[in-house]
């Protein structure tokens, strides 16, 4: 997507908007996996979430001191969010809705460090980028260990019928 069209504050808040809903995700995702270390792994990235937001908050403050920091109800730049949709969804669509999400956070942040010229704030805004790049891949490794497991957990029909 061009994200040029935005502008930083705009961006700014879908930053933060963004960060907030994903720290929700993973927090809601943790609380329903027995999985100790997925359990930790997901409540780490809730806290790396966290992190990001407070950042984009400073940064709005720094650049916008006049303006109060309301977040909108909608996004003003679309990115897709990580639903939950349906109750019986497999743990691995989940985890590849969010690796879907990081990419695109590591795109929408190389985008945005574009922005500015100041070394400081380019340099933060691609390090989180290339954070959010980390997030896809520990995402990722979690999903195969998880996919490897989902087949067993599944009820097949007349599985069980026989002589």
């Known amino acids: 997507m061009d994200y040029k ?3 930083v504050e705009d961006s700014l808040l879908t930053a933060i908007k963004s960060e907030i809903e994903a720290k929700k995700v ?5 609380a329903k996996v027995d999985n100790m270390m997925l359990k930790d792994r997901l ?3 809730a806290r790396e ?3 990001h937001r407070k950042y984009f908050e400073s940064l709005f403050k720094k650049l916008f001191p006049d303006k109060e920091l309301v977040l909108p109800e909608k996004s003003p730049v679309p990115l897709p969010e990580i639903k939950i949709d349906k109750e019986n969804i497999l743990l691995s669509e989940i985890l590849t809705k969010a690796m879907e999400a990081e990419m695109i956070a590591f795109d929408f942040y190389m985008s945005l460090s574009k922005k500015f010229d100041d070394d400081e704030t380019r340099k933060m805004l691609e390090y ?3 954070m959010e790049k980390g997030h896809y891949n520990l995402l990722e490794l ?6 490897s497991s989902e087949d067993y ?3 097949w029909p007349m599985t069980h019928v026989g002589p």
């Open 5 to 7: 069209k935005y502008s």
């Open 26 to 30: 993973y927090e809601q995702v943790a």
């Open 43 to 45: 409540l780490f990235l």
């Open 49 to 51: 979430e966290l992190k």
């Open 128 to 130: 989180i980028a290339y």
């Open 142 to 147: 979690e999903r195969k260990v998880v996919e």
């Open 153 to 155: 957990e599944i009820d």
